[in-house]
């Protein structure tokens, strides 16, 4: 029971264009309601035909984390790999969030922006999280070399 109020937290608070798949999680430390974790998800870039990126991710146990109010922390890493054949939906600008989800009530998002290294034919991706007040310098990046066959579509 709640798995499904989570997963449905999850989904509210769930503010990018690209939505997360459960690929799997560990038990880190044990708590009576609901242990804390880290959470691997899978996500397919909304913009970009063939492109999934892997975000892991600390998920708080507890009454806070059972009830949706824990804070998370920013410990996240990512992983973007060429899952098919690429192709393009639209320009895409040289700098955007691809996807961001809510990381607590008010104050935390998850991020990760999608860059164009265009003299390299490359999507970069950087995953990181805010606060409103001071943002968090832990973070973590990866790289998708786009075939030279493929042109990556810019923004003017």
Excluded: W
């Amino acid at each position: 029971m709640h798995k499904t109020l989570l997963l449905f937290i999850s989904s509210v608070l769930l503010s990018g264009t690209a939505l997360a798949q459960q690929i799997g999680s560990v038990n880190t430390e044990f708590k009576l309601m609901g242990s804390h974790k880290l959470v691997v998800e899978a996500f397919d870039d909304p913009k970009v035909e063939g492109v999934a990126c892997y975000v892991s991710k600390p998920e708080r146990g507890g009454v806070a984390g059972l009830v949706g109010v824990a804070e998370e922390v920013s410990d996240v890493s990512i992983a973007c790999r060429q899952v098919g054949p690429i192709r393009f939906k639209e320009t895409l600008p040289r700098q955007e969030d691809a996807f961001s989800e809510r990381r607590s009530l008010v104050f935390k998002t998850l991020h990760v922006v999608r860059m164009v290294d265009a003299a390299r034919n490359t999507l970069v991706y950087l995953t990181y999280s805010d606060k409103l007040i001071t943002g968090s310098p832990k973070n973590a990046v990866t790289a998708v070399a786009v075939p030279r066959t493929t042109i990556i579509p810019l923004k003017k």
